[in-house]
């Protein structure tokens, strides 16, 4: 769904998204649940944050 996100003092309108395994026989290790925050306006992904091995979150900083 919508969704605002403030990156770098700037809020952008987003689209957020789950990616997960359809696998169901994968052990929970080999499985993945990805969390994506997309800006249709500009066709980036501005965020992606995943747990495994702890808690990651991968920001967008600036682009050309």
Known sequence: GKE???INNKE???EHFKLKSKNENLPEDKKFD???WYN???NLILKVSYSKMGNWEYRLNNFE
């Open 4 to 6: 605002k996100i403030i």
């Open 12 to 14: 952008y309108l987003t």
């Open 34 to 36: 990805f969390d994506v």
């Open 40 to 42: 249709p306006k500009n």
